[in-house]
């Protein structure tokens, strides 16, 4: 198997949202641990991987808030709330 099958069969070894170990690559793919590793850390470069102590996980994890929450923007978060305006009395 060349290695650009063999890293895309890693890519569609590897659940969206779970973790792929190198040794149950190297099962999969009937090649040696060290092989899978040097696989995993080429594609760790290209960030489509993210490389764990003994195999790897999806590189593009997105963390979504629950339905229903609101967003708030960066810029309305670190504003500070209007000054109210000065009273009659203060005159």
Sequence with gaps: MARYQ????????LPG???????EAARAL??????????LDQLAKQQLVT??????????????LPPGTPRRSSASAAR???C???EDRWR
Excluded: F, K
Aim: glycine letters at 8%; zero cysteines; proline letters at 11%.
């Design 51 to 64: 490389r764990t102590r003994g195999g790897a996980t999806a590189g593009h994890v997105s963390y979504d």
């Design 84 to 86: 109210s305006p000065p």
């Design 30 to 39: 009937s090649v040696s641990e060290a092989t899978i590793r040097r696989d």
């Design 17 to 23: 949202d779970g973790e792929l170990t190198v040794a």
């Design 80 to 82: 500070p709330p209007p």
């Design 6 to 13: 063999r890293w895309n069969a890693l890519l569609d070894l």
